[in-house]
């Protein structure tokens, strides 16, 4: 497994190309696309990364997928890219790291939400705006339910987590309980 430093440095990089060329919201677009064929047909990956397909055999899947499912230059170019350094593989990984550096760009910062049950969108709405409002930026949101929540909500921001969860709280009344 290659490090995080090297997401970040691709990621960056097409960053760094797509702000210049004004393409960064479509290039947004057309990594959420082959993200969305990557996990709906996991077997691309594994034969991008396969020592045992011919490179060739893999630029012609790639060419094939483009045109089927084609995406802006700078986005087609990428792909090549990563095919050509042996990153496909990664490309999950480099995708949620370009949308954290255009969105930190932008003083965007984004909130993983893990909820008991789905939030409604007033909740989401709420919830967005007190977080935007506490951080001076604003917020977008990665929701996720997690049954193992017994209700409430965590949020991660970053490296700060903020635990609002009944289990949280019922570990802390039984800690006060206890003397501890």
């Not at 947004?28 to 709906?40: C, H, K, S, T, W």
């Not at 499912?69 to 700078?74: F, G, K, M, S």
Request: aromatic share 6%.
């Amino acid at each position: 497994m290659i490090s995080s430093a090297v997401f970040a440095r691709y990621a960056r990089a097409l960053a760094d190309v797509a702000v210049e060329m004004g393409q960064a919201a479509a290039v947004e677009r057309d990594l959420q696309l082959y993200g969305e064929i990557f996990r709906a047909v996991p077997d691309l990956l594994t034969a991008f990364d396969s020592p045992a397909v011919p490179r060739d055999a893999k630029e012609k899947l790639l060419s094939e997928l483009l045109d089927r499912y084609p995406v802006c230059q700078i986005s087609s170019n990428f792909l090549r890219v990563l095919l050509g350094h042996y990153r496909l593989r990664y490309f999950h990984e480099v995708q949620r790291q370009y949308v954290k550096t255009v969105n930190d760009r932008k003083g965007i910062v984004t909130a993983q939400v893990r909820s008991a049950a789905l939030l409604t969108g007033g909740e989401l709405t709420v919830l967005r705006e007190r977080l935007a409002r506490a951080m001076g930026k604003e917020v977008t949101l990665e929701i996720q339910a997690d049954a193992e929540l017994l209700g409430g909500l965590i949020v991660q921001i970053g490296s700060t987590v903020y635990d609002g969860s009944v289990r949280s709280h019922l570990e802390e009344m039984r800690r006060s309980l206890i003397g501890g």
